[in-house]
């Protein structure tokens, strides 16, 4: 059975750098489609960054050049570094994964993945 356990959130100040990690079980990540998503409080879920089944890594305009999404294969982990947090940043952060045999929409959406971690908080004060 696949699990996706997040860690790493906290609370930072603007400007700070968090890492997040995503450690997978019943899998590897190197088949299947991962990725980030994070929902604030009465906002939708938003896709962060991710890494195709190819390895190519996409991101969110708003994270671009601050975020980066890798993977360490020996570890079987997912990893988000997140620099110059801002408070816009501040939400849940999950990470997300899709099985190679299941089609997933360009760009993907939420309700391609099949499996979801359980969510790490990051709040950021101005």
């Known amino acids: 059975q696949v699990q996706l356990v997040e860690s790493g959130g906290g609370s930072v100040q603007a400007g700070g750098s968090l890492r997040l990690s995503c450690a997978a079980s019943g899998y590897t990540y190197g088949e299947y489609d991962i990725a980030w998503y994070r929902q604030a409080p009465g906002k939708e879920c938003e896709g962060v960054a991710g890494?195709?089944?190819?390895?190519?890594?996409r991101y969110a305009d708003s994270v671009k050049g601050r975020f980066t999404i890798s993977r360490e294969h020996a570890k079987n982990t997912l990893y988000l570094q997140m620099n110059s947090l801002n408070p816009e940043d501040a939400a849940m952060y999950y990470c997300?994964?899709?099985?190679?045999?299941?089609?997933?929409?360009?760009?993907?959406?939420?309700?391609?993945?099949?499996?979801w971690g359980q969510g790490t908080q990051v709040t950021v004060s101005s």
């Open positions: 890494i195709d089944r190819d390895g190519t890594t």
């Open positions: 997300a994964a899709v099985p190679p045999w299941v089609s997933v929409r360009d760009p993907a959406e939420p309700r391609d993945y099949q499996y």
